[in-house]
């Protein structure tokens, strides 16, 4: 067993039978806290890299909560451990993230995508919910404005993984500091924009929703879906590796 398979008993996977659960339990924690907490989603593409690159892994390592994106990772799950695990991916997620704060009255930053899809977000936020919802909103193409960030905030940050898990570990202390509520959300900024289009539902239902996202941005999903070809494989030789023993799982 290599130094990287003897520390995934280190990260802290998530599972839950009720999405709006984890929103309301996580927001509470981190509410009722001195303290700052980073939730990462992970899916199978970031559980192949984790494997090959250290840094990537310390990076996972730093999450309070990673909660499991996508049916790659179920699949993988399923395969080492036998069990069936929920799949807490950031689309579904981060909107009731967002629901949960603004009525809890909670300060909420976004940090990602272009200024015209930020833009966006904002427009279509303040839409949605008849009032300024975003305290502060920028793109992930300029460093970020520390000082517009209030303390004891939520701040949602969308560059795409594995940048994004690596900003937050590059400036941990800061965010430590400000006890912010971190959460990474890959392309989640560019759906509520309206530049990605959501799978029909009848594509959701069947798991189909990843070819769907291929098929439109074929160049931004090429090399997660290679990755995701190793979705039997990998899983079985950690079974064999005795990964079962290893992953636990955090239920809220």
């Keep these: 067993m290599t130094d990287i398979d003897s520390q995934i008993s280190l990260l802290n996977f998530t599972d839950s039978d009720n999405p709006k659960r984890v929103a309301q339990k996580l927001v509470e924690q981190w509410m009722s806290s001195d303290d ?3 939730v990462h989603y992970i899916y199978y593409a970031s559980y192949v890299l984790l494997h090959q690159n250290r840094k990537i892994l310390q990076d996972y390592l730093l999450a309070d909560y990673l909660l499991v ?25 981060s909107p009731l993230f967002i629901d949960v704060l603004h009525q809890s009255g909670m300060p909420i930053c976004f940090y990602g995508t272009t200024k015209e899809n930020i833009n966006a977000c904002n427009v279509n936020l303040n ?45 941990i202390d800061w965010i430590r500091q400000k006890k912010l509520l971190i959460f990474t959300v890959g392309g989640f900024f560019d759906f ?4 990605y289009i959501r799978a029909p539902k009848w594509m959701r239902v069947i798991k189909m929703e990843w070819l769907w996202r291929t098929i439109l941005h ?22 064999l590796k005795g990964y079962k023993k290893l992953i636990k799982l955090k239920w809220i």
């Design 218 to 239: 074929p160049s931004r999903h090429y090399k997660k879906r290679l990755r995701d070809m190793t979705v039997v494989i990998l899983p079985l030789i950690h079974k």
């Design 36 to 38: 700052a907490l980073v």
């Design 192 to 195: 509520l924009s309206g530049f």
């Design 127 to 171: 839409r949605q919910y008849g009032t300024q919802v975003l305290t502060y909103f920028q793109d992930g193409y300029t460093p970020l404005n520390f000082d517009k960030i209030p303390d004891k905030c939520a701040l949602f940050i969308g560059m795409g993984s594995p940048r994004q898990e690596r900003w937050v570990t590059e400036n």
């Design 69 to 93: 994106d996508g049916i790659g990772m179920q699949i993988c799950f399923k395969i080492i451990t036998g069990q069936k695990i929920a799949n807490l991916n950031g689309t579904d997620m």
